[in-house]
């Protein structure tokens, strides 16, 4: 599965919340300050031809939904992140949240908790 830029994400986020939906509808629910019309659309053909996004035909128009799923994706991109900066080790990436992110002992047994009931 290939990477997306921020740009891509972004219009993904928006089709994995609407499921399916036209340029205009993307548009409107994106952040200020929201790109131009043209300039989603073009990214969405992007997202098409790498395999991210399909459509209907619907009118004059297009339907556009997406044909990987978040899960998949952030799957990936954390898979991705752990292997560049914690040489592959959960554990280490943990660390450094821990560390950097003022995690008290609650919230690190509760992350134990659900760790052990998916095992």
């Known amino acids: 599965m290939k990477q997306l830029t921020k740009a891509e994400e972004e219009i ?10 036209n340029v205009k509808s993307v548009l409107e629910i ?4 929201k ?22 035909k619907q009118g004059k128009g297009h339907i556009y939904f997406p044909l990987v799923k978040k899960e998949a994706y952030s799957n990936q991109s954390i898979n991705k992140l752990v ?13 450094f949240f821990v560390q950097k992110n003022d995690v008290d002992a ?6 134990l908790k659900e760790i052990n009931q998916n095992k």
């Open 12 to 21: 993904m986020q928006a089709l994995w919340q609407l499921k399916n939906a």
């Open 30 to 33: 994106l952040p200020e300050p």
């Open 35 to 56: 790109p131009a019309y043209n300039t989603v659309s073009t990214i969405i053909r992007i997202l098409e031809s790498k395999g991210f996004v399909d459509y209907e």
């Open 83 to 95: 292997d560049n900066y914690f040489q592959g080790s959960f554990k280490s990436m943990v660390s």
């Open 106 to 111: 609650k919230d690190i047994e509760g992350l």
